[in-house]
């Protein structure tokens, strides 16, 4: 699994490439946790080129969701294709957080 960081606007643009599973789901947990610890606030999570994600990673999701709602912040998700969307719309995430088709529609809305 790869995250990359950028800024745009006042968000945090995290990219996702590879799988979220129980060896790479801490990796993402403790990234998206030190940002918050620097006080970055609102996240897009872009997860358009992440191919698995397992139950290991949806768990961090919510962890690092439940840190951001705690700190005043907003995760939001974007580009959910195949397997992953799937996961997403099972899991019941879909009800649960904003997601978007891209990344630009995502900014567009924040």
């Known amino acids: 699994m790869e995250i990359s960081v950028r800024k745009e606007k006042n968000i945090s643009v995290v990219?996702?490439?590879g799988r979220m599973d129980a060896?790479?789901?801490p990796e993402f947990e403790k990234s998206l946790s030190e940002l918050m610890s620097k006080?970055?606030?609102k996240f897009l999570v872009n997860l358009a080129g992440l191919e698995y994600i397992s139950s290991a990673g949806l768990r961090s999701i919510l962890v690092i969701?439940?840190?951001?709602k705690a700190g005043q912040g907003e995760v939001i998700f974007s580009g959910l294709r195949g397997p992953v969307e799937e996961v997403f719309k099972i899991s019941g995430f879909h009800s649960i957080f904003k997601i978007f088709d891209s990344e630009e529609a995502a900014l567009?809305?924040?």
Request: charge should be positive; avoid cysteine; charged fraction near 20%.
């Open 39 to 41: 006080g970055e606030k």
């Open 108 to 110: 567009n809305q924040i």
């Open 23 to 25: 060896v790479t789901a």
């Open 65 to 68: 969701a439940k840190q951001s």
């Open 15 to 17: 990219s996702v490439t």
